[in-house]
């Protein structure tokens, strides 16, 4: 019982570089997000995307974009990678429904030098 | 002012005892609750949800929830060592589709 797999685990990039997160769910919710998380900040909503087909942005999504792959698998993009974007990378789950939670993966840490 | 708010902390209390942890709001149409824990490196995972004014209880813990005050409180009872972690307050915001707001988190430090 999977749930949310996020990969990679961890990784370091120089500034300047792309990379891309994977996240993939087999809970065949309809909703999937993207946070980071920075120490005192709480976890902040890059992108979300409602349901299979449609992305929006979320509270912080400069220098970041996603797609929406499939139902079960969204990505997370960063073309141009910044000092600023270190941080632990979250991806979440939830059926869509309103009274229900979110779901997370085990996160991705990314350092930026 | 920031949509979901928590003390950070750290909350200190002693093994046994009951910890509470409390969480405001602004947005007075919202309608679920959450409460997360986090291990330190781990990722939250859900304890609690909450959707109606009152107590929920599960085990050790206790949901509250006031609308009319705009808060929501998480009750440890018999607090174990095992429970110190950052507990992350979360709460929908009102609209056609499921997304939610994170408080910062209180960090709880149970001392054997």
């Known amino acids: 019982n999977a749930g949310v797999t996020q990969t990679p685990k961890f990784q370091v990039l120089k500034t300047g570089q792309s990379m891309t997160l994977q996240c993939a769910q087999d809970?065949?919710?309809?909703?999937m997000y993207w946070y980071r998380q920075d120490p005192g900040m709480g976890l902040r909503l890059i992108y979300y995307?409602?349901?299979?087909?449609?992305?929006d942005k979320g509270e912080v999504p400069n220098g970041y974009n996603v797609s929406r792959l499939n139902k079960r698998e969204f990505s997370l993009r960063l073309e141009s990678a910044a000092p600023s974007q270190t941080s632990v990378y979250f991806c979440a789950s939830s059926t869509g429904v309103y009274n229900q939670p979110q779901h997370f993966g085990d996160g991705t840490r990314l350092s930026i030098l | 002012q920031k949509e979901v708010e928590q003390n950070s902390g750290p909350l200190s209390v002693p093994e046994g005892a009951i910890a509470s942890l409390n969480c405001t709001y602004s947005d007075r149409g919202s309608q679920s609750f959450f409460w997360y824990r986090q291990y330190s490196g781990k990722s939250p995972e859900l304890i609690m949800f909450?959707?109606?004014?009152g107590d929920k209880e599960d085990g050790r813990f206790t949901a509250q929830l006031n609308k009319a005050s705009q808060y929501v409180s998480l009750l440890i009872r018999d607090s174990q060592p095992s429970d110190s972690a950052t507990y992350l307050c979360?709460?929908?915001?009102?609209?056609?589709?499921?997304?939610?707001?994170f408080g910062i988190g209180t960090k709880l430090q149970v001392i054997p």
């Open positions: 995307s409602a349901s299979e087909g449609t992305t």
């Open positions: 809970m065949n919710h309809n909703s």
């Open positions: 979360a709460v929908n915001i009102v609209g056609g589709y499921q997304k939610v707001t």
């Open positions: 909450i959707y109606s004014n």
